[in-house]
């Protein structure tokens, strides 16, 4: 038995719910609407902790689902970045609390992994994501966690789901020296 609902939903609630208080109807009132509109019930104490800013469904994730996800230059060179030289994992072993996926880029080349972590944190929300050196590998790193993210980019990559996000990728690529030989061969595919 699963004990929340998805989390589209429980945004999709939230919204509403916000909606209604400005709207003046009472707790009693918002938990009627919400169940003739969704079927779903939700109790006075979780309006409150929403109404009150305690708790969010937009908590724990920036962009909490693909959906909310926005096509843009960035997210095109994202996309773009990880096909050719970046990657994206996942920890086998997760412990409860911690991000146990990631999307990164490793280069020797400093402004291009600076670049790719500049549109990292416009695509998910954040403030600016700094690369770093790694003595190990002799290469800058960035990496960030994003579930969402993680969700679009994990392996295989799934051509249908990324060519609403790709249609910016072309224009952002075409100006660039750096096109890779793999991401050349996902744009001719995207073009079948």
């Known amino acids: 038995m ?3 609902l998805p989390r589209e939903l429980r945004i999709k609630l939230y919204n509403d719910v916000v909606a209604l208080r400005r709207g003046g109807l009472t707790y009693r ?4 609407e919400v169940w003739r509109r969704y ?3 939700i109790s006075k104490s979780h309006i409150s902790y929403w109404l009150r800013g305690i708790h969010s469904p937009y908590n724990g994730r920036r962009i909490p689902s693909l959906e ?23 920890k086998s072993r997760v412990r409860k609390g911690y991000n146990p996926v990631w999307i990164g880029l490793k280069a020797r080349d400093r402004e291009f992994v600076e670049g790719f972590g500049r549109c990292l944190a416009k695509v998910i929300v954040r403030r600016q994501i700094r690369s770093r050196f790694r003595d190990d590998v002799g290469k800058y790193v960035v990496e960030v966690g994003s579930k969402t993210l993680y969700e679009l980019l994990r392996k295989p990559v799934d051509l249908d ?4 996000y790709i249609e910016h990728l072309r224009d952002a690529w075409q100006h660039s020296s750096r096109t890779s030989r793999t991401l050349k061969e996902v744009l001719t595919r995207m073009e079948k």
């Open 68 to 90: 909310l996800l926005k096509p843009s230059e960035e997210l095109a060179y994202v996309i773009g970045v990880k096909v050719g030289d970046g990657y994206v994992g996942k």
């Open 161 to 164: 789901r990324l060519k609403k």
């Open 39 to 41: 079927g779903a019930r």
């Open 2 to 4: 699963e004990r929340y």
């Open 29 to 32: 009132a918002i938990i009627g």
